[in-house]
């Protein structure tokens, strides 16, 4: 009994919120950044079966979150970007052995004009037979630099393809490299899915925002169990919201409802700094030169975490 109770309480401080996982190639050493070889699929799959972990569709997630109840700590869902040939030759027959639902992301572009290494819609069909098929867009562009009618024209177009070939609506969009702001988000929304998942680390809490959900990718050789501690960081971002003029972040200042002093900020290119937090307030002067036009900002409080992404948009928020 006493074992028994040691090892409730292990798993129960293991555990922590859901996780959105993303993998891109499987056994494809021939793109080692968005690769997870077959050995350490398996591996992350033993370890969820082996510690308690459940792996739920994505459309239940959506659905909990919807409800407004709370979302079980040890809830998976898995993933997959880029409707990559790898998926299909050696990946689904691992999903399958351990019955694990998933969804596969489609850029439309690539199977309508047949892209080597992409998978055909024959055998699109046939995986949606195993999880969900969903909108990663038509063309995978960069969405901050295209116009909110670019963006219409790339999306009436893939959905139209998808709807033809696939014969479905699909219900969950993510971002093509996980790029968005808040004119990107908007013209994605205007579109009804159900939910949209960013590719920002961390986890799903009940306070999640359903259309900005994070997720973690999980390519190359992984710390799963680093990533299954992230907690989702409740924060309400005032500044900065966009990417700052001239490069220059001059302070940033986000809302959490935290009783920890202390909390952590990361930014792309200057790494990470402690600082501490008043009243729940991350409130600080920084004047850093933002040197990447994709940049990150995360904070965190013990193990909880929030990232906002700033990209350059081409046209400006509206
Ligand atoms: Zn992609």
Redesign the pocket.
Known sequence: MKSFLLLLLTAVTLWANAHIFVYHRFGDSRYPTTNTTIEELQKEFEYFKTNGYKVVPLSLLVKTLKEKKDVPDNWIVLTI??NFKSFYTNALSVFKKYNYPFSLFV?VQATQDKYKDYLTWEQLREIAKYGSLEF?SYG?PHMTYLSDEELKKDFDKGLALFKKELNLVPKVFTY??GEYNQRVQKVVRSYGFDAIINQNMGAVSKSSDVYDMDRTALVGKVNLKHYLKYKFLDAKWIEPTIFPKNSMLKSLHVKTNEKEKKGNLYITGHGWLQTTLNDGNFNLKLNKKLTNKRSRIMITVGNKISSKLLIKDKYGIK
Do not use: A, E, S, V
């Open positions: 970007d880029d850029y990663h995978h093509p490299y």
